[in-house]
């Protein structure tokens, strides 16, 4: 994916059931303009992304899996591999900060789930982010540089092309608490650097990078227009279809204003 489209995913979460999402999707699809210029990728969960990969037209929608299991198959039980969702989902979640804190990922988990995802043909979007601790000690930067470098530990320069990488302040998450846009900028500005020092500087140029972190209609355009960020990561506004179209619309007008 280049950078001149942006890319609007909208993680669902625990939320919706089976007829819930299929509603959803069906109202979503009415309201949504296909633009060349905006990707726009649901992330339901595991449980109902089969009816809806039957159901999305994949040019309208694509799908993401909000997480997978590394191994292709096995005796692990109650979990899915990227071998299983290949050919349903185009992206998956990796190192959620949800899964890093509920449910104790370690970046070495995220790094056999990025090989996972790269193995079997699915674009992994790194989630990486401080706490709200780790920003008051000064330490957001290390946080990320460690996020990233255990993450990417086994990517090659070519895979890094197929890798979006999502920053998502842990503080910012579901708290409604807006991270401030010099913030970002500054964390963009980290991320892309050391990317440049483990692959070199057309590596940081193309990286596709997203904020997410309480982003709603009314403030979606302030963080599309921060210099360096191709899109959004959307976690409780996309559980509404309308507002969820509205993001995606800011992201339409963001993509038509870079061109001109
Ligand atoms: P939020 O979630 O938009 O509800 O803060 C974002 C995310 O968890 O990806």
Redesign the pocket.
């Given at each position: 994916m280049t950078r001149d489209k942006k890319l609007i995913i909208g993680?669902w979460?625990m939320n919706l059931n089976m007829h819930e999402a299929s509603l959803y999707v069906h109202q979503l699809s009415g309201l949504v303009q296909s633009r060349r210029d905006v990707e726009v990728v649901l992330a339901p969960t595991l449980l109902t992304i089969q009816s809806l990969s039957l159901q999305v037209d994949r040019r309208q929608f694509k799908l993401a899996a909000q997480n997978l299991y590394w191994r292709d198959y096995g005796a692990y039980t109650g979990e899915v591999s990227a071998r299983q969702l290949r050919g349903i989902v185009d992206y998956a979640?990796i190192g959620?900060?949800?899964r890093r804190h509920i449910f104790n990922e370690t970046d070495k988990d995220t790094r056999s789930k990025i090989q996972a995802c790269i193995r079997n043909q699915i674009r992994p979007v790194l989630?990486i982010g401080e706490t709200a601790s780790e920003r008051a000690n000064g330490e957001a930067t290390d946080v990320l540089h460690d996020q990233l470098i255990g993450g990417l530990a086994n990517v090659t320069s070519d895979e890094l092309e197929e890798v979006v990488i999502?920053y998502?302040p842990v503080w910012?998450?579901?708290?409604g608490d807006n991270a401030l846009p010099d913030d970002v900028t500054k964390a963009v500005v980290a991320i892309r650097s050391q990317i440049k020092h483990l692959y070199g500087a057309t590596a940081a140029k193309n990286v596709c990078i997203l904020y997410?972190?309480?982003?709603k209609a009314d403030s979606a355009a302030d963080y599309l227009a921060i210099n360096g960020i191709d899109g959004l990561?959307?976690?409780?506004?996309?559980l509404d279809a309308h507002a969820f179209n509205d993001i995606i619309q800011k992201a339409h007008d963001s993509a038509a204003k870079a061109k001109k």
């Open positions: 993680n979460k979640l959620h900060s949800e989630c999502a998502e910012a998450i579901g708290t997410g972190g309480s982003v990561l959307i976690g409780g506004a996309s």
